[in-house]
């Protein structure tokens, strides 16, 4: 391991150099890994670990439209795709990256395919957190590990495909052979990882569920809603307020952020920009920091999770679904949105 400062914090993490993808194929070398779910972040983890060398087999429902999606990037029915009963039978790690309703759906099948000395392999720790509600509680004589790409699979696969890789963390929950910690890197090595850094299946859920409900999903859509508006009601048109709360943000400004940090973004804004932003954080910081404090608290009370699996097991979920996106789609906010897209110059009509 490699101790890394992060501030004043000093983190083991585990890089490529030091787990090599040749290590990793040793220790997977009399492992069947079965990546069983063919959706989010199945087809990137089974693709990158068959491009690697590990011996991989999909496990999917035969009439789902993913079957065909897995058919169509070279897996064969009978030889390296199964159904999630056989697969998970022939695996001797297996990733469990269905859905986390689904987990909980599939779980008596999985179960009873596990063989004492297997490896249960998450890429969540949801379903195995909240048990007492998923019902997913492993049994003593198999490994519980986590491989957590800090992306999703999209990403996962095109980082893969450009050499670099996305960061990921890793935990084991249950060493039942004494290799469980070993398994787990070598698969996060397999699957492309560019450094994993240690965590628990607890740690790894909640800050997930924060982050995915907070600044990476639920915060940004919210303050982006509520910036367009302020605009618009002072009378900006549409492609003005878009382009200054939407525009400037994904294609400049949070590339800065990416490649240089907060402060190496700020060093390249105006001096206007630089004053009014550094003055107007705190306020902003100080009215969603409680907003932080209660949704914490709603993910480590299982209250996040109730509602998770309550919507997914309603017939209706998918319509409902369908529907709230589709109010995204169609406000004026995201309208101007694929409106200002259409004007990039990549996406602009060629002439003759």
Not at 126 to 155: C, E, H, M
Request: contains cysteine.
């Amino acid at each position: 391991m490699a101790n890394v400062a992060f501030g004043n914090v000093i983190e083991d993490v585990v890089t490529r150099q030091e787990f090599s993808i040749e290590r990793a194929r040793d220790v997977l070398r009399e492992e069947t890994v079965a990546v069983l779910g063919y959706g989010v972040q199945g087809p990137a983890q089974a693709l990158n670990m068959r491009e690697n060398g590990i011996r991989v087999i999909v496990g999917q429902r035969r009439e789902s439209p993913t079957w065909e999606k897995a058919v169509a990037d070279g897996w064969v029915s009978g030889e390296t795709l199964f159904s999630v009963e056989e697969a998970a039978k022939r695996g001797t790690i297996i990733q469990y990256l269905v859905s986390d309703a689904a987990q909980k759906a599939l779980w008596p099948v999985v179960k009873e395919q596990l063989d004492p000395g297997d490896a249960l392999c998450f890429s969540h720790g949801f379903a195995v957190v909240y048990g007492d509600q998923t019902g997913v509680v492993p049994p003593n004589d198999v490994d519980v590990i986590l491989v957590a790409p800090k992306g999703s699979g999209a990403n996962v696969r095109a980082n893969f495909l450009a050499g670099s890789g996305i960061n990921s963390s890793y935990a084991v929950e249950q060493d039942a052979t004494g290799r469980a910690a070993e398994r787990a890197l070598a698969a996060g090595i397999a699957i492309g990882s560019g450094y994993l850094f240690p965590t628990t299946f607890q740690k790894e859920v909640y800050s997930d569920l924060t982050g995915e409900r907070g600044v990476l999903m639920g915060a940004l859509a919210g303050m982006i809603e509520a910036q367009y508006a302020v605009l618009r009601k002072h009378g900006h048109s549409p492609s003005e307020a878009f382009n200054e709360t939407v525009e400037e943000l994904t294609q400049s400004l949070i590339r800065l952020v990416a490649e240089h940090g907060m402060d190496g973004m700020y060093a390249r804004c105006s001096t206007t920009a630089q004053r009014g932003a550094l003055d107007w954080r705190h306020r902003f910081r100080e009215a969603v920091a409680p907003v932080f404090d209660d949704l914490y608290k709603s993910v480590v009370d299982g209250e996040e999770t109730r509602v998770v699996l309550e919507a997914n097991a309603s017939p209706t979920y998918r319509d409902k679904l369908e529907e709230e996106l589709r109010e995204l789609r169609e406000s004026e906010l995201w309208r101007a949105g694929a409106a200002v897209r259409s004007l990039r110059p990549e996406n602009a009509p060629r002439g003759d």
